[in-house]
T-cell receptor, first 119, second 111 residues
Framework: NAGVTQTPKFRVLKTGQSMTLLCAQD?????MYWYRQDPGMGLRLIHY???????AKGEVPDGYNVSRLKKQNFLLGLESAAPSQTSVYFC??????????????????FGAGSRLTVL | DAKTTQPTSMDCAEGRAANLPCNHS???????VYWYRQIHSQGPQYIIH???NNETNEMASLIITEDRKSSTLILPHATLRDTAVYYC????????????FGTGTRLTIIP
């Protein structure tokens, strides 16, 4: 049981290049999230998904696209990277639909992060 | 989700109890209080949550005031490994996934 796995862990891009961050979870969680964290700041929600085939915008969605073709995977894409997208990106998952936690919790499990630098 | 207010930073001596406060005066009846922490540059880690009763687990205790407008996370015997940023979040459990983390409290454990 690996939890939430993010790839790649590090990436350097040039302005205008595109890339995709992959998030995979093996906990059968229904919900998945992408956050970004800039130095000295909290985490800001980019996009999230409440189920396979569904996505929704978070607090800072501009410049990013996402897809949830499989329940266990949530992809974050940058079509044309900009220096302002230099950040650490965290994926998280939560809420198993089957066997719901009886305490009523909705606990997010985070990945280790992906550090992206755009030059 | 209700807004929370936390001190920017705190220090605590190793071996002592660390008490981290959080104000959430606009909390509504169906919102829970959650605590997470982020050690160095790792992903945030869940610590504990509660609705209105005090809660305790192997990591910490959570004390929620009777009016639910504030809470305190207690690390009973702080160690150097507890140095981290601690986030207090107030949220409903289902129906609103736009969960945003503020800047939290940077707790430094002093040897």
């Amino acid at each position: 049981n690996a939890g939430v796995t993010q790839t790649p862990k590090f990436r350097v891009l040039k302005t205008g290049q595109s890339m995709t961050l992959l998030c995979a979870q093996d906990m059968n969680h229904e919900y998945m999230y992408w956050y970004r964290q800039d130095p000295g700041m909290g985490l800001r929600l980019i996009h999230y998904s409440v189920g396979e085939g569904t996505t929704a915008k978070g607090e800072v969605p501009d410049g990013y696209n996402v897809s949830r073709l499989k329940k266990q995977n949530f992809l974050l894409g940058l079509e044309s990277a900009a220096p302002s997208q230099t950040s650490v990106y965290f994926c998280a998952s939560s809420y198993p639909r089957v066997g719901q936690d009886p305490s009523g919790a909705n606990v997010l499990t985070f990945g280790a992060g992906s550090r992206l630098t755009v030059l | 989700d209700a807004k929370t207010t936390q001190p920017t930073s705190m220090d605590c001596a190793e071996g002592r109890a660390a008490n981290l406060p959080c104000n959430h005066s606009t909390i509504s009846g169906n919102e829970y209080v959650y605590w997470y922490r982020q050690i160095h540059s790792q992903g945030p880690q869940y610590i504990i949550h509660g609705l209105k009763n005090n809660e305790t687990n192997e990591m910490a205790s959570l004390i929620i005031t009777e009016d639910r407008k504030s809470s305190t996370l207690i690390l009973p015997h702080a160690t150097l490994r507890d140095t981290a940023v601690y986030y207090c979040i107030v949220r409903v459990n289902f129906g609103n996934e736009k969960l945003t983390f503020g800047t939290g409290t940077r707790l430094t454990i002093i040897p």
